[in-house]
């Protein structure tokens, strides 16, 4: 389960990132001592409670495909901790004040650095930017572009985070009533992996065993471990998706192929 925290240190906000999310000391709800964490304030969030929400989800996600991310926490901001970051920090008291109450929160790694602009991916992680690639696809994640990976490294780990745009398919008026075919999302002709995946050999073959599992068992975890704030006709709408894709697992793949052929 994520586990709920609490913010006993604020650090600073970090200044990569459209969001400024604050870097704060956390204690579990005895007062020990955790780690520090990467806290996405509700408040500073364009959508809110839905970038938190979209959050989770994709951390849960990439866990269940066997991608590395921050571990994950769900952070509670109080009333008197808000008031005494925004005494010290004015410009950014209305986002302080308006994320009182939990928000999202990412384990930092001291070790790990930003994937480079223009790094050519190693053959160690080829295979793995290849299942990252058909992530984004999977939770239609438009923002894992050349400019603004999202993604850290640390030996030949890579580690994702920053969901908050995900789900993109949630903005269709008229959803697709075929979400597993790829040839409409034109974000992926911009994702950070798409030039140097193509024409390069793919195997799919444990990602699709992943998707083919997801709705048994998984994705009720996944909507277990929302907080019931966050529990609304988003996440159903959400787990929609994931299953009509999961049962077009296979057509999923070939779409991956296409789209790197």
Same mark, same amino acid.
């Given at each position: 389960?994520?586990p709920?925290?609490?913010?006993?240190?604020?650090?600073?906000?970090?200044?990569?990132?459209?969001?400024?999310?604050?870097?704060?000391?956390?204690?579990?709800?005895?007062?020990?001592?955790?780690d520090?964490?990467?806290v996405?304030?509700? #408040? #500073? =969030?364009?959508?809110?409670?839905?970038?938190?929400?979209?959050?989770?989800?994709?951390? @849960?996600l990439?866990?269940?495909? #066997?991608?590395?991310?921050?571990?994950?926490?769900?952070?509670?901001?109080d009333a008197?901790?808000?008031?005494l970051?925004a005494?010290?920090?004015?410009?950014?008291?209305?986002?302080?004040?308006?994320?009182? #109450?939990?928000?999202?929160?990412?384990?930092?790694?001291?070790?790990?650095t930003?994937?480079?602009?223009?790094?050519?991916?190693?053959?160690?992680?080829?295979?793995?930017?290849l299942?990252?690639?058909?992530?984004?696809?999977? &939770?239609?994640?438009?923002?894992? @572009?050349?400019e603004?990976?999202?993604?850290?490294?640390?030996?030949?780990? &890579?580690?994702?985070?920053?969901?908050?745009?995900?789900?993109?398919? =949630?903005?269709?008026? @008229?959803?697709?009533?075929?979400?597993?075919?790829?040839?409409?999302?034109?974000?992926?002709?911009?994702?950070?992996?798409?030039?140097?995946?193509?024409?390069?050999?793919?195997?799919?073959?444990?990602?699709v065993?992943a998707?083919?599992? =997801?709705?048994?068992?998984?994705?009720?975890?996944?909507?277990?471990?929302?907080?019931?704030?966050?529990?609304?006709? &988003?996440?159903?709408r959400?787990?929609?998706h994931?299953?009509v894709?999961s049962n077009?697992?296979?057509?999923?793949?070939?779409?991956? @192929?296409?789209?790197?052929?």
């Amino acid at each position: 389960m994520i586990p709920q925290l609490v913010t006993a240190q604020f650090h600073r906000f970090m200044t990569a990132g459209r969001t400024s999310p604050a870097l704060c000391g956390c204690e579990d709800d005895e007062g020990n001592r955790v780690d520090d964490f990467v806290v996405k304030l509700r #408040g #500073g =969030l364009d959508n809110g409670q839905k970038g938190l929400l979209f959050e989770v989800v994709a951390s @849960r996600l990439a866990t269940h495909f #066997g991608l590395a991310s921050p571990d994950p926490a769900l952070v509670r901001i109080d009333a008197k901790f808000a008031e005494l970051v925004a005494e010290r920090e004015p410009h950014h008291a209305t986002r302080m004040r308006n994320s009182i #109450g939990l928000n999202f929160g990412s384990r930092l790694l001291v070790d790990a650095t930003e994937w480079p602009v223009d790094m050519k991916i190693p053959d160690s992680m080829r295979q793995t930017a290849l299942n990252i690639f058909a992530f984004d696809a999977l &939770i239609q994640n438009p923002d894992r @572009r050349f400019e603004n990976q999202n993604l850290l490294i640390r030996g030949d780990d &890579i580690f994702v985070f920053d969901h908050e745009l995900a789900f993109s398919f =949630l903005l269709d008026i @008229r959803p697709s009533p075929t979400p597993w075919r790829l040839h409409d999302q034109l974000y992926l002709g911009n994702h950070v992996f798409y030039t140097q995946l193509r024409k390069k050999p793919i195997d799919l073959s444990r990602f699709v065993d992943a998707l083919v599992a =997801l709705p048994v068992g998984a994705m009720q975890e996944i909507v277990a471990e929302v907080p019931p704030e966050w529990n609304n006709e &988003i996440l159903q709408r959400i787990e929609g998706h994931l299953r009509v894709v999961s049962n077009h697992a296979i057509e999923f793949a070939e779409e991956i @192929r296409r789209r790197l052929a």
